[in-house]
């Protein structure tokens, strides 16, 4: 089976602008969960989609929002920019429906606001 | 927020020794996870250990689980410098159907 792929890999964008990220989940996989990274706060959760509603949220300003799509695809936008949002962004799929919920991870999205 | 937190933070050691790093959660989980990744790259599931089970091995990996004390470890045995890379414990809390990552080791293994 293909892997967990995310695009854009890099991305420069300006303070105020908005993004949007696209993961591709492994074929048959329901739960998309979207993670961001950044060498002071670690590993942090962000949300997760099953069957194309949020299941999980984490504790993220409303400028962060996501949605996944019939086809389990997925994608997060992020409002008005801010330096803070420069990170690498993880998205992981999994079944979702049933334990023990490992998850596969995408190689990332680096995001870089100047 | 993070369930685990992790032990050492980070970890330096020579090729060939063995290296260990430990996990501890804060509630009742039902399985408890270890991923790896290499840097700024993302995370790869290397070993699943469920509550009702103490000790489970992978090749050069053996994880162990203590409930009582809610604390797991990992260890990696004959370390090669190819194992250079940061660690996360993730658990799946009791009822809950999402993981919690833990803040890492990041391990050095020194040719």
């Known amino acids: 089976k293909a892997g967990v792929t995310q695009t854009p890999r890099y991305l420069i964008k300006t303070r105020g602008q908005q993004v949007t990220l696209s993961c591709s989940p492994i074929?048959?996989?329901?739960?998309v969960s979207w993670y961001q990274q950044t060498p002071g706060q670690g590993l942090q959760f962000l949300f997760e989609y099953f069957s194309e509603t949020q299941r999980n949220k984490g504790n993220f300003p409303g400028r962060f929002s996501g949605r996944q799509f019939s086809n389990s695809r997925s994608e997060m936008n992020v409002s008005t920019l801010e330096l803070g949002d420069s990170a690498l962004y993880l998205c992981?799929?999994?079944?979702?429906?049933?334990?023990?919920?490992?998850?596969?991870f995408g190689p990332g999205t680096r995001l870089t606001v100047t | 927020s993070q369930q685990g937190e992790e032990d050492p933070q980070a970890l330096s050691i020579q090729e060939g020794e063995n290296a260990t790093m430990n996990c501890s959660y804060k509630?009742?989980?039902?399985?408890l996870q270890w991923y790896r990744q290499n840097s700024g790259r993302g995370l790869v599931h290397l070993i699943l250990i469920r509550s009702n089970e103490r000790e489970k091995h992978s090749g050069r990996l053996r994880v162990t689980l203590d409930t009582s004390k809610k604390s797991s470890s990992l260890l990696i045995t004959a370390s090669r410098a190819a194992d250079t890379a940061s660690y996360f414990c993730?658990?799946?809390?009791?009822?809950?159907?999402?993981?919690?990552f833990g803040t890492g080791t990041r391990l050095t293994v020194i040719p």
């Open positions: 992981a799929s999994s079944l979702g429906d049933r334990l023990p919920y490992e998850q596969y």
């Open positions: 993730a658990t799946v809390e009791t009822g809950a159907n999402n993981l919690f």
């Open positions: 509630t009742s989980i039902n399985n």
């Open positions: 074929s048959g996989h329901r739960s």
